[in-house]
């Protein structure tokens, strides 16, 4: 008895589940049909544009690898992190902490 209930569930199922596979497969195909170049020459405006998005992300590059944002002065000046770091013995403040001391101090 169980059988035949468990069949057309899973005809339903099936039936339920094939737009939605239908779909997914359908945007997955519009999106490598934009990714993929189409082998036609850029307009000029397009061409302005890449140059553009090029020079930006080159521009960003740049600032975030070799801009400090005020970062050196806080840490080293203000704050004297380098000092903490190197210890007492290395001419710093302070003692280095090992990570078997900060387990003991929590």
């Known amino acids: 008895m169980r059988h035949k209930a468990i069949f057309p ?3 339903y199922v099936l039936i339920g589940l094939a ?3 239908w779909l997914g ?3 997955g ?3 490598n049909a934009q990714a993929q170049p189409t082998g036609k020459a ?3 405006n397009d061409c302005q544009i890449s140059a553009h998005a090029r020079r930006m992300i080159e521009e960003g590059r740049r600032t975030f690898r070799f801009d400090t944002f005020g970062s ?3 840490f080293g000046d203000a704050s004297q992190l380098h000092r903490a ?3 007492e ?3 710093g403040v302070g003692g280095v902490t090992s990570v078997e001391n900060d387990m003991r101090l929590k």
């Open 9 to 11: 569930l899973a005809v």
């Open 19 to 21: 737009p939605l596979i």
């Open 25 to 27: 497969l359908s945007s």
């Open 29 to 31: 195909e519009q999106g």
């Open 42 to 44: 850029l307009s000029e």
């Open 72 to 74: 050196e002065t806080f």
């Open 85 to 87: 770091i190197a210890g």
């Open 89 to 91: 013995k290395n001419g």
